[in-house]
Nanobody
Framework: QVVLVESGGGPVQAGGSLRLSCAISGYTYSRKYMAWFRQAPGKEREGVAGIYGGGSTRYADSVTGRFTLSQDNAKNTLYLQMNSLKPEDTGMYYC????????????????????WGQGTQVTVSS
């Protein structure tokens, strides 16, 4: 059973930083496509950043230059370093994973991912 557990969210002032973590267990597939999504109240879930294999990454335009993905394969953990946070970054942040190449072709499409964490809330105040 694949389990993803996010952590690291919380309240932060605009301009501040947070680092989110996503610990994955039970994943036995050879390919691993992972991504962070976020969802604000009343809005659709949107892709924030994605990563595949050895470190190929993709970012939403809204976070490029501010957010950075990294991973610790020994710990099976994916990180999202978020700097220069803005109030519009507020939302529930979810980690997602999938083994199918279609998940990378459309990395920001939440429908492409089979496995999800429970989310961690990020609240940025102005």
């Amino acid at each position: 059973q694949v389990v993803l557990v996010e952590s690291g969210g919380g309240p932060v002032q605009a301009g501040g930083s947070l680092r989110l973590s996503c610990a994955i267990s039970g994943y036995t597939y050879s390919r691993k496509y992972m991504a962070w999504f976020r969802q604000a109240p009343g809005k659709e879930r949107e892709g924030v950043a994605g990563i595949y294999g050895g470190g190929s990454t993709r970012y939403a335009d809204s976070v490029t230059g501010r957010f950075t993905l990294s991973q610790d394969n020994a710990k099976n953990t994916l990180y999202l370093q978020m700097n220069s946070l803005k109030p519009e970054d507020t939302g529930m942040y979810y980690c997602a994973a999938d083994s199918r190449p279609s998940a990378w072709a459309a990395w920001a499409n939440p429908a492409r991912y089979n496995y999800w964490g429970q989310g961690t809330q990020v609240t940025v105040s102005s």
